[in-house]
């Protein structure tokens, strides 16, 4: 069983204070920019989730398609998405790190040799958007075998029989999406997805993290004070879609800005 | 006529059609999809529904449509006689409005007040918002921007009938990025809004759905085909973007297991140049707009951006899951019909029997006249014309470089 993921809603249960989860594109802009920006942002959050790249994502608002445009039209390459994750452990070994995407690239490129470069390459765990716990079965084996934590997604449409089904195979923490929508959205009313995590807590003990337009240092105090965790996305990609010429800018701006969110959650 | 309502071949209770098709879908719509799952088996056991939906099917579409004996194309061709099954002639145009008759009568039953839809030829487009007049639902259609181009009378015919028509500019412009787009929009209005989904595709139970929907198609082509020529089709023949003709033509004939099924994908430039819409021939097993089946992707699982048909409604580079699962058992053959190929068939069909088909159908003819003529006279080659040509008129003036102006001269 994979404990990074626990170790580090440990750390910051002890120090008072919500986890701060951070997303980006890997190879958004390019593979070499994009690894500088991880870097940067791997030393500002608590874990960071690592996008694959995809011509078709579904889930994802226009900022988020936008960076899985630029990356496969830069050229990146699943094999970069494993090195970017090689550079974050390597630079960080006690951050949380999480393959996020969906499935059709691991899948294609085969559950068990996906899983098992992804382990070699310091991952924690996967959070496939596009296999919820009915289709979970055709990949928890190699994550498994491979020691990778299944993370898996509630939303404001779950109701209690789907949330006890995926609380059930569920590991590491539980992704929250705050709104029925997709990435970049509007966030959800606090008060509702504060009952909604109430709800689930009532059929797991794993921490709960809170996802999907999170754009605001306020907008991830708020979570903090009930969530385990607050994911930030669309809004870290947007740092360097506005500085897309001038990389120094773009690690600049997206170090400020996570390093914002970090402050504002600390209860 | 009476219909069998049996639902025959069904899939397993995830939606499973052997190792394909399930439900892939965001966590957000998995409820939203057991919630039309569970209307659509409540209503297929409601005579009322059925009585509804076959009624208008009869008084609003025209059905049953004719099953007609292509006396003139079969003597062109010179061997197996022709048998072609009119769906050009339900209203609309083709055969998918048996399809949104049957979801917009869903909708109605589910509460839903508005109804979304993707379109790539933009034939279901039209039939989507052709019932949403019907039935005064708002309507909002989803076309990508490079079929907007392509198909511009059916664009007009949407807006002429209400329904709004939203540009998709993401990814390529085509059919599976109006797919994203409204999976996207739906992901946020699932509360009020309805999906009518257009092909024998998608997550359950879309695949399953559609092809219920459609199977009054090869219902009536199999008693009208015993009627007329007193025994069975030998071959059966469809064209196939993501299915849904296919399986209604093809599906009330599985066990009749003398009858060879065939399907036929686009082959766009040739199946060997690698931009074509050949999923099943071509493709690999994939995940794509919520279930496993055949895809044209890269080694990387990236979606291809290639796939290409003359006919805006093949250029899906998916394919239905239970296609893919009667290729794995063996119960269905594959063939392709290129961008010339279709064009020739399509000719053919216009001077031999004055009856102008649907590019997408003539992808259909051109495989089914090749399969007729390397067969007997007494032998029976039944092909779905899925629609009518209306549409294609300037892409295939274009093709053969029709100007008014010269003519005149």
Redesign the interface.
């Known amino acids: 069983m994979n404990n990074q993921l626990s170790h580090v809603f440990a750390r910051c249960a002890k120090e008072n204070r919500a986890a701060l989860v951070g997303y980006l594109t890997a190879g958004d802009p390019n593979v070499q920019t994009s690894e500088k920006l991880m870097l940067a942002l791997a030393e500002q959050v608590d874990i960071i989730e690592i996008g694959m790249p995809f011509s078709d994502p579904a889930a994802d608002g226009p900022v988020i398609q936008a960076a899985s445009e630029r990356a496969l039209a830069a050229g990146s390459h699943i094999q970069d998405v494993f090195l970017i994750a090689q550079r974050v452990r390597e630079a960080k070994p006690e951050v949380g790190i999480v393959l996020m995407g969906y499935a059709n690239v691991p899948y294609t490129m085969g559950f068990e040799p996906f899983a098992k470069q992804a382990k070699a390459s310091g991952v924690d765990g996967i959070l496939l958007v596009d296999i919820p716990a009915e289709e979970s079965g055709i990949c928890a084996k190699a994550f498994k075998t491979h020691d990778l934590s299944q993370i898996m997604l509630l939303a404001p449409t779950s109701t209690e029989q789907r949330i006890a089904l995926a609380a059930s195979i569920a590991q590491g923490f539980i992704y929250y999406v705050s709104l029925a929508g997709i990435t970049g959205a509007e966030m959800g009313e606090v008060k509702n997805i504060q009952d909604k995590l109430s709800l689930i807590r009532q059929y797991t003990k794993l921490p709960i993290c809170v996802g999907f337009g999170v754009k605001t240092p306020a907008q991830a105090e708020s979570i903090a004070t009930f969530g385990d965790g607050v994911v930030v996305g669309s809004h870290f990609v947007s740092q360097i879609t506005s500085n897309i010429h001038d990389d120094d800018a773009m690690v600049s701006s997206l170090t400020s800005s996570a390093s914002a969110m970090a402050d504002a959650m600390k209860r | 006529m009476d219909y069998d309502l049996d639902i025959k071949h069904a899939p397993d209770e995830?939606g499973h059609f052997g190792k394909y098709g399930?439900?892939?879908?965001?966590?957000?719509?998995?409820?939203?999809l057991k919630e039309i799952e569970d209307a659509f088996f409540e209503a297929w056991a409601d005579p009322e529904f059925h009585k509804e939906r076959l009624d208008l099917l009869k008084n609003y579409v025209g059905r049953m449509t004719p099953l007609y004996h292509a006396k003139q194309l079969t003597n062109e061709v010179g061997g197996a006689q022709i048998y072609l099954k009119r769906e050009d002639l339900n209203h609309t145009g083709a055969h998918k409005v048996n399809n949104t008759i049957g979801q917009a009568l869903l909708a109605r039953r589910m509460g839903k007040k508005k109804v979304i839809a993707e379109t790539g030829a933009g034939q279901h487009g039209v039939a989507t918002a052709t019932v949403a007049a019907m039935f005064n639902m708002q309507c909002d259609i989803y076309m990508g921007r490079e079929d907007i181009r392509r198909q511009a009378p059916n664009v007009f015919r949407m807006k002429l009938l209400g329904a709004n028509v939203i540009a998709v500019d993401?990814?390529t412009g085509t059919l599976?990025?109006a797919?994203?787009e409204a999976?996207?929009v739906w992901?946020?209005s699932?509360?009020d809004t309805y999906y009518i989904f257009g092909t024998a595709a998608g997550p359950h139970p879309f695949p399953l759905m559609v092809r219920q929907f459609h199977t009054v198609i090869g219902q009536e082509a199999r008693k009208q085909c015993l009627e007329q020529a007193g025994r069975l089709p030998d071959v059966a023949v469809a064209c196939v973007g993501g299915g849904s003709n296919a399986m209604g033509l093809l599906h009330p004939l599985w066990d009749d297991e003398s009858v060879k099924l065939v399907a036929v994908e686009a082959g766009g430039h040739g199946l060997e140049t690698g931009e074509h819409a050949a999923s099943l021939a071509k493709g690999?097993?994939?995940?794509?707009?919520?279930s496993?089946s055949y895809?044209l992707?890269d080694?990387?699982?990236?979606?291809s951006?290639d796939a290409h048909s003359i006919s805006a409604g093949l250029d899906y580079p998916g394919v239905g899951p239970e296609l893919a699962h009667m290729m794995d058992i063996g119960r269905l053959d594959l063939d392709s019909a290129t961008d010339d190929e279709a064009l020739e068939a399509f000719e053919m069909l216009t001077k031999a029997e004055g009856i102008i088909p649907a590019l997408e159908s003539s992808h259909a003819l051109a495989a089914g006249i090749r399969i007729a003529s390397t067969m007997k006279p007494e032998e029976i080659v039944l092909i779905n014309l899925s629609g009518r040509g209306d549409k294609d008129l300037n892409t295939v003036m274009d093709k053969f470089g029709f100007d008014v102006e010269s003519e005149d001269e």
């Not at chain 2, 690999?284 to 919520?290: D, E, M, R, T, V």
């Not at chain 2, 080694?299 to 979606?303: A, K, L, T």
């Open positions: 995830g399930g439900r892939f879908a965001a966590e957000t719509l998995m409820q939203p993401s990814g599976k990025d797919v994203n999976l996207r992901v946020a699932c509360e690999q097993p994939g995940i794509i707009h919520g496993l895809v992707d080694e990387e699982g990236q979606i951006a």
